[in-house]
């Protein structure tokens, strides 16, 4: 099982960007999904989190300006970052809590892509 993620890159402040993150190889299903990044200097934090019914929760700090949704059928979950500011530069990765078979389950994480938000 991986995790591929994309759609990091450098962004001016106030600026937009969308990342993807899609799960491919063999598993039974899977459950909720979630993005994390990690700025440097500092530990790794969630972003947002959805499950699979679609529920979201999100960091106070980018309450507004982020979404997060999912694609089930093609296995991927998405973040669309709006209204960027300079704190929200970090490597970004994805989570996703995937069953392998319907007896095991456990938590991977995608490669992380970088976001630079810079003028």
């Known amino acids: 099982v991986q995790l591929q993620a994309s759609g990091g890159g450098l962004v001016q402040p106030g600026g937009s960007l969308r990342l993807s993150c899609a799960a491919s190889?063999?598993?039974?299903?899977?459950?909720?999904m979630a993005w994390y990044r990690q700025a440097p200097g500092k530990q790794r934090e969630l972003v947002a989190a959805i499950t699979r019914g679609g529920s979201s929760n999100f960091a106070d700090s980018v309450k507004g300006r982020f979404t997060i949704s999912r694609d089930n059928a093609k296995n991927t979950v998405y973040l669309q970052m709006n209204n960027l500011e300079p704190e929200d530069t970090a490597v970004y990765y994805c989570n996703a809590h995937i069953r392998r078979t319907s007896m095991t389950s456990a938590d991977y994480w995608g490669q992380g892509t970088l976001v630079t938000v810079s003028s």
């Open positions: 190889g063999r598993f039974f299903s899977i459950g909720d």
